[in-house]
């Protein structure tokens, strides 16, 4: 069974950055894709970056440039550097995974993926 452990979350100033991760473990082989949603208080959950050794690196129009999404494969990893946060990036934060590779559109929907982890808190103050 694959499991998703995310770390790296907290409290940070409006303008500063953090940096979550995402190791997956309990598979005999490498993650293709792995991903980063986020959800708010009262919201739906939204996509939010995704990375594929197939089709490359994909990001939702709201942290452009502001986010990078890396990753370690040898360690099955993902990272999400997040820099110039704002209130509105306040949400936990789910890492998600899949062992194929998807054509990058279909990526920012939750339903592509087949596993999930907990989620990590992020709160951004004003």
């Known amino acids: 069974q694959v499991q998703l452990v995310e770390t790296g979350g907290g409290l940070v100033q409006a303008g500063g950055s953090l940096r979550l991760s995402c190791a997956a473990s309990?598979?005999?082989?490498?993650?293709?894709?792995m991903g980063w949603f986020r959800q708010a208080p009262g919201k739906e959950r939204e996509f939010v970056a995704a990375?594929?050794?197939?089709?490359?690196?994909t990001y939702a129009d709201s942290v452009k440039g502001r986010f990078t999404i890396s990753r370690d494969g040898a360690e099955n990893t993902v990272y999400l550097q997040m820099n110039s946060l704002k209130p509105e990036d306040t949400a936990v934060y789910y890492c998600?995974?899949?062992?194929?590779?998807?054509?990058?559109?279909?990526?920012?929907?939750?339903?592509?993926?087949?596993?999930w982890g907990q989620g990590t808190q992020v709160t951004v103050s004003s």
């Open positions: 990375i594929s050794w197939t089709y490359g690196n």
């Open positions: 998600a995974a899949l062992a194929v590779g998807r054509a990058l559109s279909t990526l920012n929907r939750s339903n592509a993926y087949d596993y």
């Open positions: 309990g598979s005999t082989f490498s993650m293709n894709t």
